[in-house]
């Protein structure tokens, strides 16, 4: 078709196609942008964990480091060097023992199954038969 001006008019089938291929464009780049936002955010965040890793590494080192300066504290006020890192493995032990016995009280508590889903389930069942 051809207006008055010499111009070629499209169809509606013609304009609807335009369209429909604009916005496929248009979400297609979207979803590129979106894909290339979380991979930055993703090396990022495994930048991170990374450092904290590494950090808990040195924390661990650090850590054994003071249990030992501890056993010779206690060599240094007259303790023999067996018995001052026996009282500080004792001490280690101790401490390991109360923090699985406050583990298994919480995974105890854990009930295994989501019963308020599980009752809201069954109760919209009963209200979909009660409605038949």
């Keep these: 078709m051809t207006s008055q001006n010499g ?5 509606l089938g ?13 979400m297609r780049s979207e979803i590129l942008l979106a894909k290339a936002e979380v991979g930055a955010d993703v090396k990022k965040a495994a930048a991170g964990g990374v ?19 501890a056993a010779y504290g206690l060599v240094a006020a007259g303790l023999t060097p067996w018995l001052s890192f026996l009282i500080v493995a004792g001490a280690l032990l101790v401490v390991g ?22 009752k809201s389930a069954q109760d919209t069942i009963a209200a979909i038969r009660a409605s038949s």
């Design 7 to 11: 111009a070629t008019e499209r169809t």
């Design 14 to 26: 013609q304009l609807v196609a335009d369209a429909t291929h604009d916005i496929s464009s248009i």
């Design 51 to 69: 450092m904290f890793a590494v950090a808990g590494v040195f924390a661990f080192l650090a850590l054994i480091l003071l249990l030992i300066a």
């Design 97 to 118: 023992a109360i923090l699985a016995l406050v583990g298994k009280r919480a995974v105890g508590k854990i009930k295994g199954k989501p019963e308020r889903t599980i």
